[in-house]
């Protein structure tokens, strides 16, 4: 069984949860995690770099001058890279860098993502985070009062305005709900912070992916 410590919002800690990292697969899956990150990284490439080849420029295929006796260096074609408004060579062409990764994999790669937070002690559970109006006062002294001076992902169990509006000026804070949350996002950030609704939901398998 696996500790993880709860704090309010003042920082106090005011609860131990053991959690059974069967729920979460048991052991971390290295290599599937890596082939998740992978995989959303290549996701993220647009794809849509272009130049033209020699063979789309416009421009006659005439050789410009004959090959000896004119002094000159030996030139081909208007069209050819070495010269200006001519082809690139190894023209880039548009192409599509996605890799298909399957929903099992998925959940499983985000399982093995939140157990190494956990076994890292790097995932913590807040309660009674909620924030009347947008202030990102509130959020900031939250994170103070936590210790957390570096990227942290805040895990809420549902959609909340006023916490999005409050966080986002902060800098390497990002807000995901349950239902968004995915091994890139918690791979990829220091410290996990979860309200105690999302971690029961996390527990429960209610609404992970």
């Known amino acids: 069984m696996l500790e993880v410590q709860v704090y309010d919002i003042s920082g106090k800690n005011i609860d131990t949860w053991k959690v059974d990292e069967k729920l979460f697969g048991s052991e971390v899956n290295a290599p599937l995690l890596k082939q998740a990150v992978v995989a959303y990284h290549a996701n993220k490439r647009q794809g849509t770099a272009s130049a033209k080849s020699r063979g789309m420029v416009d421009g006659s295929t005439r050789k410009l001058y004959r090959q000896k006796g004119t002094g000159n260096a030996r030139r081909g074609a208007r069209r050819t890279n070495i010269m200006r408004g001519g082809g690139v060579a190894f023209a880039k062409v548009p192409r599509d860098f996605r890799q298909k990764l399957p929903r099992k994999m998925r959940k499983?790669?985000?399982?093995?993502?939140?157990?190494?937070?956990?076994?890292?002690?790097?995932?913590?559970?807040v309660d009674g985070l909620k924030v009347d109006q947008p202030r990102t006062a509130e959020i900031a002294r939250l994170m103070s009062n936590l210790k957390i001076d570096r990227s942290c992902l805040l895990t809420l169990a549902d959609r909340d305005r006023n916490v999005y509006l409050s966080s986002r000026n902060i800098p390497d804070l990002t807000v995901r709900t349950m239902g968004e949350l995915n091994a890139f996002d918690v791979a990829t950030r220091r410290k996990m912070l979860v309200t105690t609704d999302a971690m029961k939901a996390l527990m429960s398998r209610e609404g992970a992916r």
């Open 108 to 125: 499983a790669a985000l399982d093995s993502a939140i157990l190494a937070k956990m076994l890292g002690q790097d995932l913590m559970v």
